[in-house]
Structure formats: structure tokens, C-alpha cells
């Protein structure tokens, strides 16, 4: 059964500043997503990463996945107070069809 | 292209009603999962239909049932509603079954129980 782990599970940061998620992951996965969601949104998918060494990066927000060592990275940049959301990974046990398995959530919050 | 729509967006019910939920996937996706989101257990997945059929079930009792109609739309139903069925319910559609593609979620239908 795959199991997936964020940490940490509350991030406050200041406006400017550098920081990575981590998520790590039980067994294998065919591929690892992260997602955004806001206060009473749906979520919105931010990459989907499908092999060792991926990267990917969209504005303030790097993603990258070992699929060695089970972990997979969200980067933030310079964080501006629009990041200020909740962040999940999720990962899809092999052999499955849809099931997405979800890691607890990173809720960050930008401060000024 | 018109993104997953989920009706209705909010719902009141009391225990021991049971409830209907509805999506519409984006246009021609044929896979449709749903997951419950609640504050206690987070994201959990329910059930994945793809070509009217169920692929995949979440560790859910029987209460919680769907299924898929030939135009991909899909429904939830849960019986014998419990409080602790209040949740956060979405629906997310993808082009293709199995470990490929990518999923689209709707809006949501928030579920109250009373």
C-alpha cells in the first residue's frame, strides 16, 4: 500500500525567502503530482512528475522527483503572499488505475 | 473547454438521508474518480469509473456507491448518511484510464450532515 508524507505540514515564511516541501513516498509510484488548493477551492495541478530526475518549474515553484530514494521536492523561491495556499503530493501505486494517494498537505502562509 | 462541473456545490442533509451527487467530466474524458476530503483524514479516494465501469475502490463502506452513464457523466450516491460523511466531495476526470494521464478536478460538492 502506498503511503505518502509531507513535511511539514505548516510552513510560514517571510516574503522573500527560499523554501522546499518534502514528500516522501512508501513504494513505488508510477508518477508524483502536486496540487494547490485554496481556502474552500478545488485543487488546481501544479506538475505531474513521471520519472527519476525530473524537474520542472513554473514561476516561483520547482518541482523534482528521486525515485531512488522515494522523494520528491517543491521548491519556492522568493515566496510572494500569493503562494499562500495549501500544497499536496500525491503518488499512484503501480498497477492501479485513477487512485490518487494523497499526502497530508503542506498549508503555507507568506507573510508580508 | 469547459473544466469539470459538479452539482450541486452545497448540500444540507440529515443522518439517515441519502444524497446524490453529480459530475461532468471534461469533454471527452472517459475516466471519472472521486475522493472525500475531510479535515480529520484528508484526501481519500473512493472510486474510479472508466467506460461505465468501476476500476478501482477506496476503503469505503457500502454505503458509498456511484456509477457512470454512457456519456461519461457520473453520480455518487450515499445511503444512511452519518455526521461523519460531512466532507468535502470531489470528482476529477482524466483522458485515459489506467497509470497515464492526468487529472482535472471540479469544484467541489460540500456535504453537510446534521
Known amino acids: 500500500e502506498l503511503k505518502v508524507e509531507q513535511n511539514p505540514l505548516f510552513l510560514s515564511m517571510q516574503e522573500g525567502k527560499n523554501y522546499t516541501i518534502y514528500c516522501n513516498y512508501s513504494t513505488t509510484s508510477d508518477r508524483l503530482y502536486w496540487y494547490r488548493q485554496d481556502p474552500g477551492k478545488s485543487l488546481e495541478s501544479l506538475f505531474v512528475l513521471l520519472s527519476n530526475g525530473a524537474v520542472k518549474q513554473e514561476g516561483r515553484l520547482m518541482a523534482s522527483l528521486d525515485t531512488k530514494a522515494r522523494l520528491s521536492t517543491l521548491h519556492i523561491t522568493a515566496a510572494v503572499h500569493d503562494l499562500s495556499a495549501t500544497y499536496f503530493c500525491a503518488g499512484v501505486p503501480s498497477g492501479s488505475a485513477r487512485q490518487l494517494t494523497f499526502g497530508s498537505g503542506t498549508q503555507l502562509t507568506v507573510l508580508p | 473547454k469547459a473544466g469539470v462541473t459538479q452539482t450541486p456545490r452545497y448540500l444540507i442533509k440529515t443522518r439517515g438521508q441519502q444524497v446524490t451527487l453529480s459530475c461532468s467530466p471534461i469533454?471527452?474524458?472517459?475516466?471519472v474518480s472521486w475522493y472525500q476530503q475531510t479535515p480529520g483524514q484528508g484526501l481519500q479516494f473512493l472510486f474510479e469509473?472508466?467506460?461505465?465501469?468501476?476500476?478501482n475502490k477506496g476503503n469505503f463502506p457500502g454505503r458509498f456507491s456511484g456509477r457512470q452513464f454512457s456519456n461519461s457523466r457520473s453520480e455518487m450516491n450515499v445511503s444512511t448518511l452519518e455526521l461523519g460523511d460531512s466532507a468535502l466531495y470531489l470528482c476529477?476526470?482524466?483522458?485515459?484510464?489506467?497509470?497515464?494521464?492526468?487529472?482535472?478536478f471540479g469544484p467541489g460538492t460540500r456535504l453537510t450532515v446534521l
Open positions: 469533454s471527452g474524458h472517459r475516466s
Open positions: 469509473y472508466f467506460s461505465e465501469t468501476q476500476r
Open positions: 476529477a476526470s482524466s483522458l485515459f484510464s489506467g497509470a497515464q494521464g492526468e487529472q482535472f
